[in-house]
């Protein structure tokens, strides 16, 4: 059972449904993996919140279509957060790979993180909490700053931006001030901007199990949407680098971690270390590009919920992901503004890869994506001018 719909959903279902696994997909809205062939039932269900509504429904799901021990994918933050919340009741009836709150929590939230990663000692950006305005005017800052959301879920939807910039004290103040008239300003971080994003964006991608890693990819993530402060990879590829799957265990294994995650890091090139982003506990936008490149995460998480031994697995390396229809126009704007040249992009473009939607055999739902693509780019259009606008 997969909890949204989107590219990310449409992705694990074509990884389990290909090896002969019986695929749901659940999701509030219009979404596109609902028209794959890898499919078998789509149901639209209430607002994903924490209002009881959609822990209700999924409850009386199992119960009328029969899924028991079904395991649940959640592929949204807010649907983990639910699902971890309700983690005691749905296992009833599901078999629930999100840990129970009083592990998630430290992912879900930013600071619960940073405090994790302060105690195990990998390195994250130099970050700030102030209590309020007069706290925030009283710091010294070397500009530009980024401010973020330490609860991704509590901002996102009504801005669709995962950070905003500030190059000056009182660009910092106004942006202070516009966050919070949508979020607690306790929630408000304000952090070194590291230079050279997205170029020096990497994951470490885990199946984490019994405080060790079963299964793993590095990726190199260098375009995203926006290019600064990304809310979406667009092409990413992987690569060596083992230094980063040390500080990952060490925080995942502090915490008592299970399942899937994608550990983020920034290469800080002034202090020439990795220092720790953000951690994901679900499957991430691109995990597609692990089953391309020998590593089926859905599926090696469905086997070890169902008690089957899952042998080590690593990925090879230089396989690329391309998110077609978003990555085109990332390509676009960074061609017109002088940063990205021709063949360079004809470079990213060659040799082993997975696409984001496009499947030969499976083609309707990039048919479906591209003839919404407008009412797509309207939603998020519309939320970020309702949202946070400058």
């Known amino acids: 059972m997969i909890i949204g719909g989107d590219y990310q959903g449409l992705g694990i279902a074509r990884n389990l449904a290909s090896l002969g696994i019986p695929v749901y997909i659940v999701d ?38 029969k899924l028991r ?17 309700g983690r005691k009741e749905l296992g009833e009836h599901y078999r629930i790979p ?38 925030l005017a009283a710091f010294e800052l070397e500009y530009p700053v980024v401010l973020k959301p330490s609860i ?19 660009e910092l103040i106004r942006r202070y001030r516009q966050m919070s008239a949508i979020i607690d300003p ?4 304000i952090q070194e901007f590291i230079r050279g994003c997205p170029d020096n964006l990497f994951s470490f991608c885990c199946l984490f ?56 890091f920034m290469r800080d090139q002034k202090e020439e270390k990795f220092k720790l982003l953000e951690i994901n506990p679900r499957t991430w936008g691109w995990h597609t590009l692990g089953s391309r490149a020998g590593v089926n995460f859905s599926y090696l998480l469905y086997l070890d919920m169902n008690g089957a031994s899952v042998a080590p697995h690593c990925s090879e390396n230089g ?48 048919l479906i994506e591209l003839l ?3 009412y797509f780019l309207y939603k998020k259009t519309r939320a970020r001018n309702d949202g946070f606008g400058d």
Not at 28 to 57: L, M, Q, T, W
Not at 153 to 160: A, C, R, V
Not at 213 to 228: C, D, S, T
Not at 231 to 247: D, G, H, I, K
Request: proline letters at 8%; glycine letters at 4%.
């Open 28 to 65: 509030p809205d219009f979404c596109i993996a609902r028209y794959s062939k890898f499919v078998r039932k789509y149901f639209r269900c209430p607002a994903i919140n924490g209002n009881g509504e959609f822990h209700r429904f999924l409850i009386q799901l199992a119960e009328v279509e």
């Open 69 to 85: 021990d079904w395991v649940l994918f959640p592929t949204l933050d807010m649907a983990v957060h639910v699902i971890s919340r």
């Open 98 to 135: 999100t840990p129970e709150w009083e592990i998630t929590k430290y992912l879900y939230d930013k600071r619960l993180t940073y405090e994790i990663a302060e105690l195990t000692g990998v390195p994250v950006p130099r970050t700030l909490f102030p209590r309020d305005e007069r706290e």
């Open 152 to 170: 991704k879920d509590h901002f996102f939807p009504y801005t669709l931006r995962k950070a905003v910039r500030a190059d000056n004290k009182q």
């Open 186 to 189: 306790s929630e408000i971080m």
């Open 209 to 264: 199990s019994e405080g060790r890693v079963k299964a793993k990819l590095v990726a190199k993530r260098p375009r995203q949407h926006p290019m600064e402060f990304g809310t979406a990879t667009t092409y990413a590829y992987t690569c060596e680098v083992p230094e980063l799957e040390e500080p990952a265990t060490r925080v995942l294994k502090r915490v008592g971690y299970y399942g899937l995650c994608e550990v983020e």
């Open 319 to 366: 396989v690329k992901w391309i998110r077609e229809l978003t990555d085109s126009l990332i390509v676009a704007s960074e061609m017109w503004k002088g940063r990205l040249h021709p063949l360079e992009y004809l470079k990213t473009m060659r040799g082993k890869k997975e696409l984001a939607v496009y499947r030969p055999g499976d083609p309707v739902p990039f």
């Open 372 to 374: 919404f693509a407008p």
